[in-house]
């Protein structure tokens, strides 16, 4: 079923006027490597938090504030405005000079000696990755016709397993052989070399031409406010975040608490993990949305789903193994499932609105999703830890892990009544 959307500009011009096969391609490949970046800078936080913690004298809680609020409080309220002003202006611009700001700050966190300073740089990260990724969901939208949407937008997705499981690895590498310091340094001065590389490649598409002026931002904002799929799809997303985030922050301390790993294992195991199980989940979610999604425009929020309530006990199954080797095998179908919402509720979201707010409204989703989700995963499951820690030792994270997966249900109920009324809200 398709919507409407009153007040919104329409757009004249076929779709043969997208680039060829091989620039989109070009293009996706470009924009997969700026998200790499995106998540190597944002998770590499997660395998050095036991560095970081016995040099700074933290909390768990500190930790998680550190993981989470602190990066989600301007990476989530400031990626409306640039989203907007990426619709108004250039995408390639926003994303190229977001890229080299946040780059500049994880380097300065290698320079970090209190806690206060790593929340300063930490904020400096979320600024500049508040530009990446809303614009990039539109150029994409943009570039590639409907029927492949879901599947281009799992691939761009492919940058979250990569990007963590290469700040992990590389990561936990350079801590263990030298320090964790030199880490962000080392990460943070390849993403500022790669920023005018992106921006010269990349060249930005030429935009439709539209019968009207160009929306006002409370026009868009008018429009999501009164689609009860944006709010369901919103609000599922970031309930699920809550555990997806939060296990990645806290899922390599935990393998090193209760299992006794070191280092240098712990990032073989999480790495080899999340490239495993997040690379095939991405794309199976990517290849059922487009291919279910065109039967039923219900089934792209209702496949992610179903894959939450598969991989709640499946996530519980894994954390309590008493076998490290049984663990990591529990744990590659739920690390999949865990990633099957990407490409079919990110191509939902762009047809809540007409092609010139597709960046705002990836944003505004975004906003919900990232401030709840990233800004209180980490934290929450931080201060879980802290209390159980008192009466249960060094399986207190464990435990807070294991509570957080509540948060899969919730995820799991609100996509499945967002079926619902996606059907109605729909706009080609």
């Avoid at 992106?198 to 002026?213: C, H, M």
């Avoid at 990645?248 to 195991?269: A, E, K």
Wanted: proline share 4%; charged share 10%; aromatic share 10%.
């Amino acid at each position: 079923m398709t919507g409407s959307s009153s007040g919104a500009a329409t757009l004249a011009g076929p779709e043969s006027t997208l680039p060829s096969v091989g620039r989109r391609g070009f293009m996706l490949a470009m924009l997969l490597i700026v998200y790499t970046f995106n998540f190597v800078d944002r998770q590499i936080l997660g395998i050095l938090a036991s560095s970081i913690k016995a040099d700074l004298a933290l909390s768990d809680t500190q930790l998680g504030v550190m993981g989470g609020l602190a990066f989600a409080i301007l990476y989530s309220t400031l990626g409306v405005p640039l989203a907007w002003l990426a619709d108004r202006t250039s995408r390639t611009w926003v994303i190229a000079g977001s890229l080299a700001l946040w780059s500049g700050f994880t380097a300065l966190c290698g320079i970090a000696t209190t806690f206060t300073q790593m929340c300063a740089f930490r904020l400096g990260v979320g600024i500049g990755e508040a530009g990446g990724v809303a614009p990039s969901y539109a150029l994409i939208g943009d570039i590639f016709p409907a029927r492949q949407r879901a599947r281009a937008l799992a691939l761009y997705s492919l940058g979250i397993p990569l990007g963590s499981a290469l700040g992990v690895l590389f990561g936990g590498y350079i801590a263990a052989t030298i320090d964790w310091r030199t880490a962000f340094l080392s990460i943070g001065l390849a993403g500022l070399l790669f920023a005018p590389l992106f921006k010269v490649a990349v060249r930005e598409p030429r935009k439709p031409v539209l019968t009207s002026a160009r929306p006002a931002f409370k026009t868009v904002m008018r429009i999501l406010a009164a689609k009860r799929s944006f709010w369901l799809l919103s609000l599922g997303a970031a309930s699920s975040s809550m555990v997806g985030y939060g296990m990645g922050f806290w899922l390599p301390s935990m393998l090193r608490r209760s299992f006794g790993l070191d280092l240098v294992q712990t990032s073989q195991f999480y790495g080899a993990l999340l490239l495993s199980g997040g690379v095939a989940g991405i794309l199976l979610g990517g290849w059922l949305g487009d291919w279910l999604g065109a039967r039923d425009k219900a089934a792209y929020p209702r496949l992610p789903a179903l894959a939450y309530l598969i991989s709640v006990p499946l996530f519980a199954a894994a954390m309590l193994s008493p076998s490290v080797t049984l663990s990591f095998a529990l744990f590659i179908v739920p690390q999949a499932l865990a990633y099957v919402w990407l490409g079919p509720v990110l191509t939902a979201v762009q047809h809540l609105v007409p092609q010139p707010m597709r960046a705002t409204a990836s944003a505004s989703f975004l906003l919900i999703n990232n401030l709840i989700g990233v800004g209180f995963g980490a934290m929450t499951i931080g201060a879980l830890s802290d209390r159980f820690t008192i009466s249960l030792g060094d399986q207190g994270l464990r435990a807070a892990l294991l509570v957080s997966l509540i948060f899969y249900l919730i995820a799991a109920l609100l996509m499945a009544i967002a079926g619902k009324y996606l059907r109605k809200e729909w706009v080609d």
